[in-house]
């Protein structure tokens, strides 16, 4: 079985987000940037398939050279080998741009799963899964808390707002996972060692044939026209309790301030 | 130029429109003529309904396929009717089926989203614009080009339901799905208990995060939020830490809420908690560390321990 695992390299989210307000995106400083936790689920998931089945994974990212972070990592974990789709002119790509640079470098694989996360640390629209699979014309399997494999038929729980549901379909297909799926190992230093050699290639646009006006920002259908600042830091009342339950006292006369007693 | 179109993917749960549907017709409403889009079958007091929230009109799919498969059917009828009604705008609201339903919208008709908006206008030339959280402190106007419909999925809680007393006329949807779009089927629907707080609804929620020590402790922040008629919320970090089940959870990854009054106790105020209480009227914080920045959003502060101060206030409000 081959399975593709897309994976993102994002600011790391443990420290504050920065928006560039000139250039309208986000500070990427590739020194704070890792593979996406969430998306360490993706490839814990295909390592559990593959171990239990048999085949490879192929770990997959669109981003600037420095993505190749992520993809190392992701085989550090285990993956096998990794494509980075990476050229100039997809910069400042939105949703549809990306998910069009996503499917030329997959399409040629010919997985019979991708995965993905349900959604991004740091743009989190979730909507990047969904455009894929309609590229590459897979079923999408969503928001699985777990994915078994049997023959060519997968069958998901697909959590809901109120439970979840059992949802099946016939491979190749497309499913996103949550947090759910089980607990990320951590790579051994092995497995970091050998991640240095396995094999990753980078292709551009020409190679994987996408035409520039697709993608990037030329090819963005969504455009930022302005980013403003709204830390709002009310200057709100801060007290002190003193051991002796005055702050007891203020939150009362708070309360009966706002109507609350 | 005739009245915008604006359509409104409307989900039905239990028989009744999915209330983040329901909000979405307040911006529709106010930017143009509001019509409901509602594949799957309902009953007539659920269409019923969508005219009091001001649907003029119910594109409505009468047909148990769409709750037998997912997202295809949905995709492939809605581009049907998006190809021979021609609306201008088409809004989603934030739940994992509108979600799927527009990512393959996205991917099929090779068109631009906008997603987790907060607020929505056109400017006076007519150009669509959206209001999109970035990063914790940064709001962004974005905009879409590209042909008609635009695609908008909303942030829970960007617009509150309005009921306007109206009335809608239902349009049956009568387009056959074809089999190639049959490829995930339900196998079965799993309802699990719904106990537990309704945070959505709740006008006072009393949050709780690491610095409560233990999990027993909550039931000090329970005792308060009964007092004060009340929900419990809490951060991420005592959820995965296992001390109370995810739909506790209130931030970027869990609820979205917007009560009248929020107490935070040991809650630190990490962008992602922030991110899902930022709406609140009111914001009480109590936290041993004066630099925590949960202070920052707080209209009362106070710096102390919550294992004490919690329950002689819940003490002093009920002896009132
Ligand atoms: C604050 C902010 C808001 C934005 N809002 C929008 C918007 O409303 N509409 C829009 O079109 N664009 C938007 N963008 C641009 C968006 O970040 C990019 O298009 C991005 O490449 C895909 O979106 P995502 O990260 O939201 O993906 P999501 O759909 O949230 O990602 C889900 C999964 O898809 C996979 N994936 C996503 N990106 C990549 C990648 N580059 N390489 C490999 N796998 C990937 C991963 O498995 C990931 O976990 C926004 C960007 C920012 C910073
Ligand atoms: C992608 C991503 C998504 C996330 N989504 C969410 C989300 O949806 N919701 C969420 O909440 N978090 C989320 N987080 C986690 C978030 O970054 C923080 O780690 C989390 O909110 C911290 O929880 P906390 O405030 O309870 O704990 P801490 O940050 O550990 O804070 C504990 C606080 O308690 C105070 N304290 C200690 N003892 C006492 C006492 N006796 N009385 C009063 N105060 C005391 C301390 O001073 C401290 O400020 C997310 C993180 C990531 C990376």
């Avoid at chain 2, 206008?121 to 962004?140: I, K």
């Avoid at chain 2, 920045?293 to 009362?300: G, R, S, V």
Wanted: one cysteine or more; charged letters at 20%; proline letters at 6%.
């Amino acid at each position: 079985m081959k399975i593709c695992v897309c994976v993102k390299h994002v600011p790391d989210p443990n420290l504050p987000v920065q928006v560039d307000l000139d250039t309208r995106r986000l500070v990427r400083d590739p020194a704070h940037c890792i593979l996406d936790p969430g998306d360490e689920y993706g490839v814990e998931t295909a390592l559990r398939l593959v171990e239990a089945h048999g085949g490879e994974v192929v770990v997959v990212s669109m981003g600037p050279p420095a993505a190749e972070d992520a993809l190392r990592r992701a085989m550090a974990m285990g993956a096998d080998r990794a494509i980075l789709v990476s050229d100039e002119a997809l910069a400042g790509s939105d949703v549809l741009a990306t998910a069009r640079a996503l499917a030329a470098a997959i399409r040629p694989e010919q997985p019979d799963l991708v995965l993905c996360a349900t959604e991004s640390t740091d743009a989190y629209t979730g909507l990047l899964p969904g455009a894929l699979a309609a590229l590459l014309d897979l079923p999408q399997l969503t928001f699985a808390r777990t994915v078994a494999v049997e023959g060519n038929i997968v069958t998901v729980q697909r959590a809901t707002e109120t439970g979840y549901q059992l949802v099946q379909a016939a491979l190749p297909a497309l499913v996103t996972v949550t947090a759910s799926v089980g607990e990320p190992r951590y790579p051994s230093f092995k497995g970091l060692m050998a991640a240095k050699r396995k094999p990753l290639i980078t292709r551009g646009l020409a190679v994987l044939g996408v035409e520039l006006r697709e993608v990037g920002e030329r090819g963005a259908r969504e455009r930022v026209l302005e980013v403003r600042e709204v830390r709002q830091v009310k200057q709100g009342r801060i007290v002190v309790e003193d051991g002796t339950g005055s702050s007891i006292e203020e939150i009362l006369a708070f309360l009966r301030s706002i109507q609350m007693v | 130029m005739g009245e915008r179109r604006v359509w409104v993917w409307t989900e039905i749960a239990s028989d009744a429109p999915h209330r983040l549907s329901l909000e979405l017709f307040t911006p529709a409403r106010a930017l143009g003529r509001a019509e409901a889009v509602v594949l799957g079958l309902t009953s007539e007091q659920a269409l019923e309904q969508l005219g009091e929230f001001g649907a003029q009109l119910v594109h409505y799919a009468a047909d148990p396929i769409y709750a037998q498969f997912l997202v295809e059917p949905h995709v492939a009828t809605l581009t049907s009717l998006i190809e021979s009604e021609r609306p201008d705008l088409l809004l989603f609201p934030s739940t994992p089926t509108a979600r799927d339903v527009l990512a393959r919208l996205v991917g099929q008709l090779g068109r631009g989203a906008i997603a987790n908006a907060v607020a929505l206008d056109y400017d006076t030339s007519g150009r669509l614009l959206a209001t999109v959280p970035c990063g914790a402190d940064a709001l962004a106007t974005v905009t879409l080009e590209g042909p008609l419909p635009h695609l908008v999925q909303l942030r829970p809680k960007a617009y509150a339901a309005e009921a306007v007393g109206g009335q809608t006329e239902v349009c049956l949807v009568d387009l056959p799905v074809a089999e190639t779009s049959c490829r995930v089927r339900v196998i079965e629907t799993v309802e699990q208990s719904a106990a537990g707080p309704n945070l959505e609804e709740a006008t006072v929620i009393v949050a709780g995060g690491r610095g409560l020590g233990r999990a027993e402790n909550f039931r000090l922040l329970e005792e308060l939020a009964n007092t004060l008629g009340g929900a419990v919320g809490a951060s991420r970090a005592v959820v995965d830490a296992g001390w109370v089940p995810y739909r506790y959870q209130v931030g970027q990854t869990g609820r979205t809420v917007k009560p009248t009054l929020y107490i935070a106790c040991g809650i630190s105020g990490a962008i992602q908690h922030v991110a899902g209480m930022r709406g609140s009227r009111y914001v009480i914080a109590i936290n041993t560390d004066p630099d925590a920045p949960i202070f920052e959003l707080a209209d009362l502060g106070v710096v102390g321990d919550a294992l004490t101060i919690v329950p002689k206030l819940t003490e002093r409000i009920r002896a009132r």
